[in-house]
């Protein structure tokens, strides 16, 4: 059920976890998606209610990634939920759940890359910050972040197309990469892919940090805002990264301890794939003063008549 650009290659072992264990587990890993998403819902909620977010792109970006943390925790959990009922999916329905799931799991690395430029952008150019950073191009970025990140499942399914018969979309698999595509070859595409993009948004995160420290040198409190915020976008982008651990994860754990496979699972999935969903919420929805503001009503207390006193 991982959204990582890689894999191993092994065969899933039909293992099933007893009624109670079961259970529980699904009881935890819907809890914090529901928990998760209710605080996303609502950033989602304040960004569109308010005009003061929607005319600013930094908010734009920051709100793209809310919404992928939206769909990939609602696919995880749907995937898991299901996989204790039904175990298995029909190969096309897997494949659905992956072409939105694997983009949505790429946009999040290249989302912080971009709002890391933004924050260059403001503290070293500040007054060309509204020529170079619009509306209307931030949503251009958006789509261009979409466009690579689709290149990451849809070559994949282009060639299981060319390549698969046809009643293999009509069997039904574990819902895992590994077992959807199997040319040889997208293992290695996957990884090359990866690998090219990290380094882009790893070495976006470290210039524009630098750039910041030594550009803006008077200390002041934006500088050290912009500085502090391209820190917390390296500890999202490196949170964001287990994700491409939970093969490797897995398979070792699982070497080390046979008999854990299904808890092993479990753990790395919670690890890898939804403790970094924690993240996005408290980077702008609590650090931000404008968001914090409108979250104290509409998180705890719900739509209040007087909202607009401090809109």
């Known amino acids: 059920m991982n959204f990582s650009g890689s894999g191993s290659n092994s065969t899933p072992v039909v293992v099933r976890d007893d009624l109670k264990t079961a259970i529980m587990k699904n009881v935890i890993t819907v809890t914090l998606c529901l928990s998760i998403n209710y605080i996303n819902a609502t950033l989602v909620y304040i960004f569109m209610k308010h005009e ?28 898991q939920v299901l996989s204790y009922i039904v175990y298995t999916f029909h190969v096309w329905l897997c494949i659905l759940f992956l072409l939105l799931g694997l983009p949505a799991n790429l946009n999040n690395p290249m989302t912080l890359a971009v709002m890391a430029i933004e924050c260059y952008v403001a503290v070293c150019f500040p007054l060309r910050h509204s020529q170079i950073i619009t509306v209307k191009k931030t949503y251009i970025v958006i789509g261009f ?19 698969e018969h046809l009643g293999f979309f009509q069997s039904r698999v574990f819902c895992q990469r590994t077992d959807l595509f199997r040319s040889p070859g997208i293992n290695k595409k996957d990884t090359i892919l990866n690998a090219v993009l990290m380094a882009i948004v790893w070495t976006t995160l470290i210039y524009t940090y630098f750039k910041i420290l ?62 970094p969903r924690l993240v996005s919420p408290l980077v702008y929805g609590i650090r931000d003063k404008t968001f914090r503001k409108y979250l104290k009503i509409y998180l705890f207390c719900g739509e209040r008549n007087n909202d607009i006193n401090i809109t």
């Open 52 to 79: 003061i977010f929607k005319m600013n792109p930094r908010y734009i970006l920051y709100i793209h990634l809310v919404i992928n943390d939206i769909i990939l925790m609602t696919l995880l959990t749907l995937i």
């Open 145 to 163: 972040i979409w466009l690579i990140s689709a290149q990451s499942v849809l070559p994949d399914v282009f060639v299981s197309l060319a390549t």
């Open 214 to 275: 030594f550009t803006a040198k008077s200390a002041s409190s934006d500088a050290k805002k912009a500085r502090n915020t391209v820190l917390l976008h390296s500890f999202q982008l490196s949170l964001s990264m287990l994700t491409y651990m939970y093969s490797p994860l897995t398979t070792g754990l699982t070497y080390l301890f046979p008999q854990s496979l299904l808890a092993i699972r479990f753990a790395v999935t919670i690890i890898a794939n939804v403790m």
